[in-house]
Every structure is written in structure tokens, then in C-alpha cells.
């Protein structure tokens, strides 16, 4: 396992980090695929191709939490075939009508889902996919005890997740969501379950990782707010 922040490894070159190569030789910026989060998830998302692959051609890739469908449109666009689900269908147009711009609507299925993994009945997945998803997972052992259920023997994970905040940052959000009810404008009359008591990861919520999981990396962003967490499932 290694941990280091992105200071410590990026190339300075800020075209080359933002950009990577298809299989068909296609050049697609990672900024506009990560779409919000800033450098710092633009740099761990670079990271996290590295270790599962650039060239998914074969794979079965399972993104929870598919927002708006760049990510699993960045997916099958290095060759993979996505099972996209989220707990509400409210930005299913938007990631329908993304998946025809990018040409690839064939390879991703957007699909709504319960909140537990156990309940995705598409087969067995080479990789499992989350982006600022799993701090509204209170039971995050149970969960991913779930999601092993959903990958193959060889099946990795890589989790792009928010780090802790200072505590004013997290009363401000809470008062935020107070506020709105409990909804956010980016999926509207969604009501953002626990975002009032967001859980960050800590030590113990990575120790619970690492307990379910093989984790290989635990990085973190050149943003405190932001780490990559990648390994296989148990066995491999």
C-alpha cells in the first residue's frame, strides 16, 4: 500500500495530466469527465486508471452513483461495458443524452437501484466505480460486504471519496441542507439522504475498507477533501 499526496508525483505538465488516450487512439480530457471536484480529483482519477487499466476492452465495469454519466461514458469509452446505477432516475435523461453524444449508448445500461448492491442483478463485474458516494453510506462495512457480492474473484475497486472537512465547513452544510429541505439543485426533488450528517472517511472508514477489501492504495489528493482508495477483492 502506498499513500502520498499529488504534489509529490505530478509532471507539472497540466495538459498531459488532464488528458488520456483511448484504445481508438481518442484524446478525452478528464476534467470534463470527473466534471466537478477540481485538480485534485482530476489527478486521482489519472491515478486510478493506471492501476485498473486504460484499455477496458473485455471488462464489465459497475459505477454506483452514475450523476449525470460522464464517468460511465468515460468508461465505455475505454472499451467497457457499464452497468450505471443510482437511487434515483432524476438526471437519467441527461446521462441517456450524454451516452449518444460520446457515441457509445450501446455499451452502458442506467439503471435506478435500492441502495444495496445485493440488489444489482447484472452479473459478476471486473470493476466497481464510486465518486463522493460512500459518505452517505452510513453502514459502510455491510455495504461493501454487498458489493463484493457483485464482483468477480479478480475484481478490483478504486473509490474516489471525500475527506474530512474542518467543522465549520461541515455546519455550513448541514445548514445548507436545512435550508433546502434536504435537496440539492444538482438533482432536484432528489432528497440527499444523510447529507445533513455527511460521513467522511476517517482511519476507521478505511480500516472497514480494508477489511472487506485487498486495499492496494490509499492516496490523497493535492485537496485534503479528496483520497483514492483502490485494491481487489479478497483472494485475488
Known sequence: MTTKSAASDQSGDAVATDTIVSPEGRSLPLSYFAQWGGPSVVYLLKRALEFIGTDLRGARVLEIGYGHGQMSCLFALLGADVVAVDTHQVARDDALAEAKRWGVSERI????????????????????????????????????????????????????????????????????????????????GVTMYNWRVPVYLSRSRIDAMRKVFEVRHVMRGESPHWYLIHGFKRGH
Open 109 to 188: 445500461q442506467f439503471t435506478r437501484y435500492s441502495g444495496d448492491p445485493r440488489d444489482v442483478k447484472h452479473g459478476e463485474f471486473d470493476i466497481a466505480f464510486t465518486k463522493s458516494v460512500l459518505l452517505l453510506v452510513s453502514d459502510l462495512q455491510s455495504f461493501l460486504t454487498s458489493l463484493t457480492t457483485t464482483l468477480k474473484a479478480t475484481g478490483q475497486i478504486a473509490f474516489i471519496e471525500n475527506g474530512f472537512h474542518n467543522p465549520l465547513d461541515v455546519l455550513a452544510r448541514r445548514i445548507m441542507h436545512w435550508l433546502k429541505h434536504n435537496q440539492d439543485d444538482y438533482y432536484p
